[in-house]
């Protein structure tokens, strides 16, 4: 049951705060891996009784967002998601150097998502749900896509998210839930360990397992095969098209974190259609 009386409002309601929540996730994917960094070298710094390297303070909320070649302050007016950056015609106010087409790309992604979100679950806890789950995926695929890390901070919250949202069944029940997310850590945990005693190197990283871990925790285990399946497929098209046209070396890893979360946007949306469809097959 819809909050709004009017469906249009509810999923122009989502649209216009996806778009708010996609800057602030720009915010989060550049940030988080640098306060992440700070945060190891401190500690080195103190366990080898070291004192603390002087740097700027770093928060998600401070310092004010400023272009990282002028180091120009961003103004309300140039933060307004997608409209800013058109207007600016993609440079920097202050000295015409290029925005990355990213931070377009990440608002537009995030307030799309959030309602198409709406219009299909409406807004109940499901529909919440699946918001917090859209902006989670979508700050984790990038993250992971520059720097290969899959913070704790995201997606543990998102593991316990859902198993704490499925106690009221939101999308699976809580036995599932809670199998799922023992699945999914357990399926990719042995993956890795058959790969590293059969090579002697690792193929993937934690954040791997957690983040299929909370997948299943959102969506039960009978999802699982769904997401492992379309993951791996969607990875083997993008890499394969990686070392072809880009000639990106095979030796060079190649993130899975963004693959598992475009899979995990299709478990939320239409896995159970696709389920039922793959098991109708046997």
């Not at 520059?146 to 859902?162: K, S």
Request: proline share 6%; with cysteine.
């Amino acid at each position: 049951m819809s909050l709004l009386p009017d469906p249009l409002i509810s999923i122009g309601a989502a649209l216009l705060l996806g778009l708010l929540v996609g800057s602030f996730l720009n915010v989060v994917i550049h940030r988080l891996p640098k306060i992440m960094e700070r945060g190891w070298l401190a500690e080195c710094a103190q366990l080898r009784g070291e004192p603390l390297p002087e740097t700027e303070k770093l928060t998600l909320a401070s310092p004010r967002s400023r272009c990282p070649h002028c180091a120009h302050a961003i103004s309300a007016l140039e933060n307004i998601p997608v409209l800013s950056y058109l207007f600016l015609k993609g440079r920097c106010r202050a000295c015409k150097a290029p925005i990355g087409l990213r931070y377009p790309l990440v608002e537009a992604l995030s307030g799309l998502l959030s309602g198409y979100a709406v219009w299909r679950f409406g807004i109940n806890w499901a529909g919440l749900g699946a918001l917090f789950f859209i902006w989670s995926m979508i700050a984790l695929a990038f993250i992971d896509f520059d720097t290969q890390l899959l913070p704790d901070g995201l997606t543990l919250p998102l593991l316990w998210g859902g198993l704490l949202l499925n106690l009221n069944g939101a999308f699976t029940d809580i036995g599932s839930a809670v199998i799922g997310a023992a699945a999914g850590y357990l399926s990719l945990w042995s993956v890795y360990w058959a790969f590293k005693l059969a090579t002697g190197k690792e193929g993937m990283g934690y954040g791997d397992f957690k983040l299929l871990a909370a997948i299943g925790a959102w969506f039960g285990w009978q999802m699982l095969p769904l997401t492992i399946l379309a993951s791996s497929a969607v990875g083997a098209v993008i890499g394969i098209a990686l070392i072809v046209f880009a000639r990106h070396g095979r030796n060079v890893p190649i993130p899975f974190g963004p693959y598992l979360a475009a899979a995990g946007m299709i478990a939320l949306f239409w896995g159970k259609p696709l389920t039922e469809r793959y098991l109708g097959l046997f």
